[in-house]
């Protein structure tokens, strides 16, 4: 399977922004969708925002207008701007990735980071 490395997550006040970054390694041979979950102490993982192989994004309703999902298919990676952010974004990120890697086969593969804690302190 495809490992996932997630950066950028840390401590910020209400208001403030962190920029997340999740790089896919391995063999890969084409990245489809991408995408960031979060889940809060005691919640149900939820979507974030989710970018298409074709760049077009998604995102869950209360984070609009304030994140945004952006992808750079030639570092396989995938990036969560998070602005103005709330004590209520509080939670373990996730990016999960989605694809074809290669071995001595095309395998398909969908990923998951092991997660970075974002606080928004009040």
């Known amino acids: 399977q495809v490992q996932l490395v997630e950066s950028g997550g840390g401590l910020v006040q209400a208001g403030g922004s962190l920029r997340l970054s999740c790089v896919a390694s391995e063999r890969i041979f084409r990245i489809n969708d991408m995408g960031w979950y979060r889940q809060a102490p005691g919640k149900q993982r939820e979507l974030v925002a989710h970018?298409?192989?074709?760049?077009?994004?998604t995102y869950g309703d209360s984070v609009k207008g304030r994140f945004t999902i952006s992808r750079d298919n030639a570092k396989n990676t995938v990036y969560l701007q998070m602005n103005s952010l709330k004590p209520e974004d509080t939670a373990v990120y996730s990016c999960?990735?989605?694809?074809?890697?290669?071995?001595?086969?095309?395998?398909?593969?969908?990923?998951w980071g092991q997660g970075t804690q974002v606080t928004v302190s009040s």
């Open positions: 970018i298409t192989s074709d760049g077009s994004p």
């Open positions: 999960n990735v989605k694809g074809i890697y290669v071995t001595s086969l095309y395998l398909p593969f969908d990923s």
